[in-house]
């Protein structure tokens, strides 16, 4: 008992904690400087989020989309490379998911599997594209991961236009019911809330990136690429091969979140102006996480319920949609800046005693 409560509040947990509180005091400050009630605000957000069924149902529908993505930059993160392609990877596992649900006919115990088989490969693909270059070529992941999301966001358009379309709109046509990641007897349960089994997928992918990462050899080559790839390739690592297969099961990940929200809530495929934000978020998400998998899960928690229940805040307090933006960049702002924090905790453990 004694070993748990030292891990609760031992500084790994404190300061990704420390750092959501005072990002969400300072967004009070702010709201008390803009004649808005803080208190108010952030009551309306949570009763927005978790008030009834519908809206706690609609919460994990936000929620699952940050899991896959915050899972794919945790995941480059932890082997030293940095996957700004989420974005883009989600979209490519999208429209493979929509290709294979629309064109496909059978029995819903193949289509489902293969349509999530086919947006795996997809992402996994496409990530793995980022991973070559870099080892063949030494070009940095942040430009290609950056370039590739807006390749991804055309290509899936012109796949919609061309094979997918339904005629009059600016979607593809459904996706069979067979590949449908979504039930009746579940969205009844939650008042017809859009939820969906896509969160049961994106929580055992949690468990899985945890397993190869430090349950592994290869996981174990993978963390070692990242904390040192000279030392590891000294050692006789692979870190180029390492390159790639990190930035295909990165793409891996957020490809299968694209498929769970064509799967599990639309059914079909948007020709999309702009990019979804999953990707982005997912940065986001993982900073929060600490690139854990049980970071990452709880980090997409705070973020869907902060941009579900914004509305909430919006009709419930009267704040405008832009402080509430501001409000979630300073809890982001605060965990990216986990250094200023953990000189805070010390100072205060300091002052109280607490450390010598």
């Known amino acids: 008992m004694t070993g748990f409560v030292k891990r609760l509040f031992s500084e790994s947990t404190l300061i990704p904690v420390v750092s959501i509180l005072i990002g969400l005091i300072l967004g009070a400050v702010i709201m008390l400087a803009g004649h808005y009630n803080p208190f108010l605000a952030y009551g309306s957000l949570f009763a927005k989020a978790f008030g009834d069924m519908y809206n706690f149902g609609e919460t994990i529908r936000q929620i699952t989309p940050y899991i896959f993505t915050g899972l794919a930059v945790a995941f480059a993160f932890r082997t030293g490379l940095f996957n700004i392609g989420a974005e883009g990877q989600f979209i490519m596992g999208a429209v493979a998911a929509a290709c294979v649900g629309v064109l496909l006919d059978a029995p819903w115990f193949l289509h489902v599997p293969l349509a999530l088989a086919a947006s795996a490969l997809a992402g996994g693909l496409w990530g793995s594209i980022v991973g070559y270059l870099k080892a063949a070529r030494g070009v940095h992941e942040v430009i290609t991961t950056i370039m590739l999301n807006w390749i991804a966001l055309h290509a899936a358009n012109y796949i919609v236009r061309t094979a997918l379309l339904e ?5 593809s046509k459904y996706i069979q019911e067979s590949a449908w990641l979504s039930s009746p007897g579940l969205s009844e349960l939650f008042d017809h809330a859009r939820i969906h089994y896509g969160v049961l997928i994106a929580l055992a992918l949690s468990v899985l990136f945890y397993y190869v990462l430090w349950k592994t050899r290869q996981g174990y080559e993978l963390r070692a690429v990242g904390f040192n790839p000279d ?3 000294y050692a006789g690592i692979n870190v180029k091969s390492t390159f790639v297969k990190t930035m295909f099961i990165s793409g891996l990940f957020a490809g299968v979140g694209g498929a769970c929200e064509v799967m599990g809530v639309f059914h079909y495929q ?4 702009a990019f979804p934000g999953y990707g982005l978020m997912g940065i986001a998400v993982a900073l929060i996480g600490r690139n854990t998998a049980v970071g990452v899960v709880l980090g997409a928690v705070l973020i869907g319920v902060l941009t579900y229940g914004a509305s909430g805040m919006k009709f419930g307090a009267g704040v405008p949609e832009e402080l509430i933006h501001v409000v979630i960049a300073l809890v982001i702002f605060f ?9 805070l905790i010390r100072r205060f453990r300091k002052k109280n005693g607490t450390v010598h």
């Open 270 to 273: 948007t020709i999309n102006a």
């Open 231 to 233: 030392a590891s390739e």
């Open 335 to 343: 965990v990216a800046a986990g250094g200023m924090v953990e000189l």
């Open 167 to 171: 005629k009059g709109m600016a979607r």
